[in-house]
Antibody, heavy 117, light 110 residues
Framework: QVQLVESGGGLVKPGGSLRLSCAAS????????MSWIRQAPGKGLEWLSYISGGGTTIYYADSVKGRFTVSRDNAKNSLYLQMNSLRAEDTAVYYC??????????WGQGTLVTVSS | QSALTQPASVSGSPGQSITISCTGT?????????VSWHQQHPGKAPRLIIY???YRPSGVSNRFSGSKSGNTASLTISGLQAEDEADYYCNSYASTSTRIFGGGTKLTVL
């Protein structure tokens, strides 16, 4: 079955950086566009980024554009999110999602990122 | 990129039907048939229940249905059951090639 496992979350100071990873199994990874979506504690969902199956097309939400970079390694069935210049408001659970909002929509269990001094 | 507008909460009794609205603009909900709905139980990851306005993934009960009129999409849950109590989020593709979520609706089954 499809499994998406996020890792790399943790506590980081404001202004710091963190790199999240998402390991995929059970799908032909390169066939799936991937997204990162986050949820601040007690808040709603926020779409952050999209990367096409081949990695050539990328989009970001305005809230993270210029600070976050999404990438993927299809040989390793892995998705990444490099997060720089982190702020307190970036504190959230970060979800990796395959083929978001399509018939092949699958979510990981999320990884918690806490930005605090 | 303003969030889509959803009611903060709705409620209904077992067996009843409820509808959750999701209002956007002609640049998102009204402009594309790419509206989806996700269900989220406390402490769990969201689960897709409707995509492309009205399609249901396999395994999703036919008690869930989606529709759209103009800039407003709707999710209807018929024959409410206790396990339907959850948060529901709409999402739409937008003209900026991004996706926008609604603020979420908490469904309480009385």
């Amino acid at each position: 079955q499809v499994q998406l496992v996020e890792s790399g979350g943790g506590l980081v100071k404001p202004g710091g950086s963190l790199r999240l990873s998402c390991a995929a199994s059970g799908i032909r990874f390169s066939d799936h566009y991937m997204s990162w979506i986050r949820q601040a504690p007690g808040k709603g969902l926020e779409w952050l980024s999209y990367i096409s199956g081949g990695g050539t097309t990328i989009y970001y939400a305005d809230s993270v554009k210029g600070r976050f970079t999404v990438s993927r390694d299809n040989a390793k069935n892995s998705l990444y999110l490099q997060m720089n210049s982190l702020r307190a408001e970036d504190t959230a659970v970060y979800y990796c999602v395959s083929s978001f909002s399509s018939i092949n929509d699958y979510w990981g269990q999320g990884t918690l990122v806490t930005v605090s001094s | 990129q303003s969030a889509l507008t959803q009611p903060a909460s709705v409620s209904g009794s077992p067996g009843q039907s409820i509808t959750i609205s999701c209002t956007g603009t002609s640049s998102d909900v009204g402009g594309y048939n790419y509206v989806s709905w996700h269900q989220q139980h406390p402490g769990k990851a969201p689960r897709l229940i409707i995509y492309d306005v009205f399609y249901r993934p396999s395994g999703v009960s036919n008690r869930f249905s989606g529709s759209k009129s103009g800039n407003t999409a709707s999710l209807t849950i018929s024959g409410l059951q206790a396990e339907d109590e959850a948060d529901y989020y709409c999402n739409s593709y937008a003209s900026t090639s991004t996706r926008i979520f609604g603020g979420g609706t908490k469904l309480t089954v009385l």
